[in-house]
T-cell receptor
Framework: DAGVTQSPTHLIKTRGQHVTLRCSPI?????VSWYQQVLGQGPQFIFQ???????GRGNFPDRFSARQFPNYSSELNVNALLLGDSALYLC??????????????FGDGTRLSIL | KNQVEQSPQSLIILEGKNCTLQ??????????LRWYKQDTGRGPVSLTI?????NTKSNGRYTATLDADTKQSSLHITASQLSDSASYIC?????????????FGAGTRLAVHP
């Protein structure tokens, strides 16, 4: 079975542009979470979606938005890019966030560089 | 404030040796504690998940301990291998607003040398 897949793997943008990152969860998983990982730090929570509804939001500005589609894949959108948005963006999936002891399965991320 | 702190920040050991990584947390309400391994350029991979009532959990050469009273956890790696070179991230989960919120530590970067 395929794991969590993310696209693209690398992306270079300039300040002020917008970007869309994509994530396909493990088959059967209905929950997708997005994280930002700045170099040398642990991941920071951005969003969690379950059954196409937002279930949680981290401390990120409104420039960050996301959605989940009927097939449970997800997009993360970032508008008006800033240099500080340069990071590895990770997507993780799990069957149901209500079961707190389930591991989250991570993709290998999208490396976003802002020039 | 919910925080997870890890030590040391980085560690170098020789192949075959053992090592122990530390994690202290101030997270409430606590749900569970996880250890992840993250290879360079890859996403984190789950090693162990421990609930409040579990003191020890093993996964091959990896053994995690949890002391919920002192809010401390450790990850012990036995007979290290070159492939153990990675960042090890301690993650504490809490239930917030009906979803599982994960608080990540900054990780310990482990280098295993031949």
């Amino acid at each position: 079975d395929a794991g969590v897949t993310q696209s693209p793997t690398h992306l270079i943008k300039t300040r002020g542009q917008h970007v869309t990152l994509r994530c396909s969860p493990i088959s059967g998983h209905k929950s997708v979470s997005w994280y930002q990982q700045v170099l040398g730090q642990g991941p920071q929570f951005i969003f969690q979606y379950y059954e196409k509804e937002e279930r949680g939001r981290g401390n990120f500005p409104d420039r960050f938005s996301a959605r989940q589609f009927p097939n449970y894949s997800s997009e993360l959108n970032v508008n008006a890019l800033l240099l500080g948005d340069s990071a590895l963006y990770l997507c993780a999936s799990s069957p149901d966030p209500a079961y707190s002891n389930q591991p989250q399965h991570f993709g290998d991320g999208t490396r976003l560089s802002i020039l | 404030k919910n925080q997870v702190e890890q030590s040391p920040q980085s560690l170098i050991i020789l192949e075959g040796k053992n090592c122990t990584l530390q994690c202290n947390y101030t997270v409430s309400p606590f749900s569970n504690l996880r250890w992840y391994k993250q290879d360079t350029g890859r996403g984190p991979v789950s090693l162990t998940i421990m609930t409040f009532s579990e003191n020890t959990k093993s996964n091959g050469r990896y053994t995690a301990t949890l002391d919920a009273d002192t809010k401390q956890s450790s990850l012990h790696i036995t007979a290290s291998q070159l492939s153990d070179s990675a960042s090890y991230i301690c993650v504490v989960s809490l239930l917030s607003g009906g979803y599982n919120k994960l608080i990540f530590g900054a990780g310990t970067r482990l280098a295993v040398h031949p």
